[in-house]
């Protein structure tokens, strides 16, 4: 089992950026991708970015390619996102994702999540 705990949310204007950590519990942090996922109010819970278990692989939404970035540093048991050249639409909360089986864009297909931290872009 693994607890996750995202912060680094806040509020930034458009065109700034912030940096959400992820800090899982537990020491088999390495076995598992990480994902980040949003959800923005009347919204579905929508993929973000995910990295495999070593961090060689990573992927975006089309959405978020080229401004945000994916990490992880297994060594502090942390998953990060960066997030550049913010939009009001990416206006959401945050939530990361531990999947012990691969790395996946479904949110059914993650096992772990954490409770959140809200993200607002103003215009």
């Known amino acids: 089992q693994v607890q996750l705990v995202e912060s680094g949310g806040g509020l930034v204007q458009a065109g700034g950026s912030l940096r959400l950590s992820c800090a899982a519990s537990?020491?088999?942090?390495?076995?598992?991708?990480m994902g980040w996922f949003r959800q923005a109010p009347r919204k579905e819970r929508e993929f973000v970015a995910r990295?495999?278990?070593?961090?060689?692989?990573?992927y975006y939404a089309d959405s978020v390619k080229g401004r945000f970035t994916i990490s992880r540093d297994n060594a502090k048991n942390t998953v990060y996102l960066q997030m550049n050249s913010l939009k009001p639409e990416d206006t959401a909360v945050y939530y990361c994702a531990a999947d012990i089986v691969t790395a996946s864009s479904r949110p059914d297909d993650y096992d772990y999540w954490g409770q959140g931290t809200q993200v607002t872009v103003s215009s």
């Open positions: 990295i495999s278990r070593s961090g060689g692989r990573t």
């Open positions: 537990g020491r088999t942090f390495s076995s598992y991708a």
